[in-house]
T-cell receptor
């Protein structure tokens, strides 16, 4: 069964550095999402993406965040200048038939 | 605003006992409710959704709009049911069902032998 994949599984970065988290959606899925989960807290919606543009974003998704689908396969989340509070698990999800399929997540640690 | 509340962070039962994981929601629109499960070291996966009204792995959940609840139930818990369970509310996006999910805090279910 096809699955959403994410790379890397764990990323350690220094405060102020840029990071790019990558997701390969299930092919023929058209809606993509990023969520994050800070340790001990709930899974939070960041952004949804459809037809090569953002369809909805949360208040967490400020100017430091961006998403794109540069090559028609990868779906990326970029954080321009990481802060300590960006440390979290980041999940990519794709949607078909009203079911969101989640990737395994990328654990981002900002030091 | 959308909100999902799972009042129990931890729930422990013995094998064979009934289990109920509570979920309440707040949403002004027409809700779509889901239960996701995350087994140890695995990804989040859909357990069931209220639209399909089906039973998965013996679990059922009924949407009660009057009480704004979507509790997850299983009459006889098994050890392999031990996992983190998340209730989620799906928002409609322009009349579609492709909107964001709002998650509850999650409930860790432990089924003892």
């Amino acid at each position: 069964e096809p699955e959403v994949t994410q790379t890397p599984s764990h990323q350690v970065t220094q405060m102020g550095q840029e990071v790019i988290l990558r997701c390969v959606p299930i092919s023929n899925h058209l809606y993509f999402y990023w969520y994050r989960q800070i340790l001990g807290q709930k899974v939070e919606f960041l952004v949804s993406f459809y037809n090569n543009e953002i369809s909805e974003k949360s208040e967490i998704f400020d100017d430091q965040f961006s998403v794109e689908r540069p090559d028609g396969s990868n779906f990326t989340l970029k954080i321009r200048s990481t802060k300590l509070e960006d440390s979290a698990m980041y999940f990519c999800a794709t949607n078909r038939d009203y079911e969101q399929y989640f990737g395994p997540g990328t654990r981002l640690t900002v030091t | 605003a959308q909100r999902v509340t799972q009042p129990e962070k931890l729930l422990s039962v013995f094998k064979g006992a009934p289990v109920e994981l509570k979920c309440n929601y707040s949403y002004s629109g027409s809700p779509e409710l889901f239960w996701y499960v995350q087994y140890s070291r695995q990804r989040l996966q859909l357990l069931l959704r209220h639209i399909s009204r089906e039973s998965i792995k013996g679990f059922t959940a009924d949407l009660n709009k009057g009480e704004t609840s979507f509790h997850l139930k299983k009459p006889f818990a098994q050890e392999e049911d031990s996992a983190m369970y998340y209730c989620a509310l799906g928002a409609d996006a322009g009349g579609t069902s492709y909107g964001k999910l709002t998650f509850g805090q999650g409930t860790i279910l432990t089924v003892h032998p």
